[in-house]
């Protein structure tokens, strides 16, 4: 059986695959369970300017997801351990201090994959409604054209959802 695999968007058979480079990648096992079970696996991109608060946005969503007023209602799962400690060790407590959250460096960061399942408020049970959320954390760039974005994020092709943050003090100085 081929698996949507989350670091390149593409089928593989195994679990285990040659990246670009010769460098070896695993596809964790708890994704390839979930992804197994669950129908709907939704990647997103979130892109924009330098310093427009690309990560502060996914912090900001991920803490109201684990901690935010609904959180008895939302069953969150982290599938990587690599997402698992993204949460635990920067997201969530960095919004608790209000500190600032480190820049990105790499053009595409490990993605954060989590499940997401809701529960029903009639009968206080988890719903079957679920989905794999697979969040691609890019690295700010000034951008002057569409592609100009896939030249410098060519998996960014593969995304079919893409969350666009722009500087709007920057939109109407700007002469583009």
Same mark, same amino acid.
């Given at each position: ?77 982290? +599938?990587?351990?690599?997402?698992? !400690?993204? *949460? &635990? ?5 960095? @919004?608790?201090?209000? #500190? ?54 060519? +998996?960014?092709?593969?995304?079919? !959802?893409? *969350? &666009? ?5 920057? @939109?109407?100085?700007? #002469?583009?």
């Amino acid at each position: 059986m081929s698996i949507l695999c989350p670091f390149c968007l593409e089928e593989h058979d195994e679990h285990v695959w040659k990246a670009d480079g010769g460098v070896e990648k695993t596809i964790p096992q708890t994704y390839i369970n979930e992804v197994e079970r669950v129908a709907l696996i939704c990647p997103v991109a979130i892109i924009g300017d330098t310093g427009t608060g690309k990560t502060t946005f996914l912090c900001g969503l991920i803490h109201s997801l684990y901690l935010g007023p609904h959180r008895d209602q939302i069953y969150i799962e982290a +599938l990587t351990e690599y997402t698992l !400690n993204k *949460i &635990l060790d920067e997201y969530i407590p960095i @919004l608790q201090k209000g #500190n600032f959250l480190p820049l990105t460096i790499r053009p595409f960061e490990e993605p954060i994959i989590i499940k997401i399942r809701f529960k029903s408020i009639k009968f206080n049970i988890f719903q079957k409604k679920e989905f794999v959320l697979i969040i691609y954390d890019t690295k700010g760039a000034n951008y002057i054209s569409v592609s100009e974005i896939k030249i410098k994020f060519p +998996l960014i092709k593969k995304i079919p !959802n893409i *969350i &666009l943050l722009a500087d709007s003090y920057k @939109l109407c100085t700007e #002469n583009t």
